[in-house]
């Protein structure tokens, strides 16, 4: 049996080309890009010819991409570096419908001294950038919005939200670890001073991302050490992870984006034919890989356990937050109820599917419903 693999929202198989730029970086070229030696130097240039691809991908200059970790520590590192090194200023605005971990980071800083501003968001996950202006006070340090939603799609219109936050002298950040190389993002036309990027939802490795800060931004490190990425970020670079950002952002193409645009419209279409199913989130301004649907009365955990048994997997959400219970805060967000957010899938595509893959989920996806709704006590 094939396995159809649609939980690309939550990680993506590495691209076998990604694997072999950054395989000599383990074996031949190994040195640690802090040393003066030729194989220190060797990792030295790799790394900042990644930096130098990754901030032109989104025009920025090398000199403004930070390397961390992954988009969670990049997040952390935006929201509490600023909030430390602005004594002056504690407001925070944000929306409901962010990962868990600018959420979570909130909670933290407000537990310090921080005050935050969570903004509402209409049925399909957009912010009004009226209400960011109407938010913004004497006190406000920064505005954090996502820029694509991981759970539904909706691409917020960071130009308006960021127009906004310039005249008023604001710091813009957003998260954007599912948009990056799925939809334009230009840190200069989005007037954006911080960004979140990472690699291993773009076909690169796991534990790597950046954080592009605007020069002359002044952050506080979160992390103290030897004093690498500028004194910004310690710790000893993870080069074969940073030339492996670098090559999958390079061989990300626009075709890419229209090839899963056709399949995701071909997936949205072929669902919504089932009876008492609607989408949640936007039919424009989506992601092209998204697709997350409220199917009425049945669990969602179930229909996902149905969907493996024919090989196919998918997600009911955030892959970070798939341990806990309560429905999804995005959905509740947007104003599904409790039994719709839980009864609702994530199907997230990669250019690595097919459309048979397609043709296959909606050849099996009617029936497991009609079973599941024959079982369930709550009726349409």
């Known amino acids: 049996m094939k396995l159809i693999y649609l939980d690309n929202a939550a990680t993506t198989p590495v691209d076998e080309r990604v694997v072999e730029a950054m395989t000599p970086y383990f074996s031949e070229k190994y040195g640690n890009a802090s040393s003066v030696h030729l194989k220190g130097q060797e990792a030295k240039r790799a790394m900042e010819e990644a930096r130098s691809l990754i901030a032109r991908s989104i025009g920025a200059s090398a000199e403004e991409i930070y390397f961390t970790s992954g988009g969670t520590e990049a997040n952390n590192f935006a929201l509490k570096g600023l909030f430390f090194e602005n004594k002056g200023k504690n407001h925070i605005i944000t929306t409901k419908i ?14 310090r001294g921080a005050e935050v501003t969570y903004l509402d968001v209409n049925s399909e996950g957009f912010v009004n950038p009226e209400d960011v202006r109407k938010a913004i006070k004497e006190n406000t340090l920064i505005v954090s919005a996502i820029h694509g939603n991981n759970e539904i799609g909706t691409i917020q219109d960071l130009e308006a939200i960021g127009k906004i936050c310039r005249e008023k002298n604001v710091l813009f950040h957003t998260d954007a670890c599912q948009s990056y190389t799925k939809t334009r993002l230009n840190v200069n036309k989005q007037n954006l001073d911080l960004v979140t990027l990472n690699a291993h939802k773009i076909h690169g490795p796991k534990g790597v991302g950046a954080l592009y800060i605007r020069k002359g931004i002044k952050i506080t490190p979160l992390l103290h050490g030897g004093g690498h990425e500028k004194g910004l970020r310690s710790g000893t670079e993870n080069v074969p992870g940073i030339v492996g950002f670098a090559k999958a952002a390079k061989l990300a193409k626009d075709k890419h984006i229209r090839y899963m645009e056709k399949l995701r419209d071909k997936l949205i279409e072929g669902i919504l034919k ?88 909606l050849e099996v996806l009617p029936g497991i419903v009609i079973k599941l709704r024959k079982m369930s006590p709550f009726k349409i």
């Open 98 to 111: 962010e990962h868990d971990c600018v959420l979570n980071t909130c909670k933290w800083l407000e537990k």
């Open 274 to 361: 089932i009876e008492n199913t609607k989408i949640n989130g936007p039919k424009e301004n989506r992601l092209c890989n998204n697709v997350n649907v409220c199917f009425g009365n049945i669990e969602g955990e179930s229909i996902g356990g149905y969907l493996e048994a024919y090989g196919i997997c998918s997600s009911t959400g955030s892959a970070c937050s798939s341990h806990t219970l309560e429905p999804s805060h995005v959905l509740r967000a947007i104003g599904r109820s409790h039994l719709e957010a839980n009864s609702s899938i994530r199907l997230t595509l990669s250019r690595e599917n097919t459309e048979e893959d397609i043709n296959k989920v």
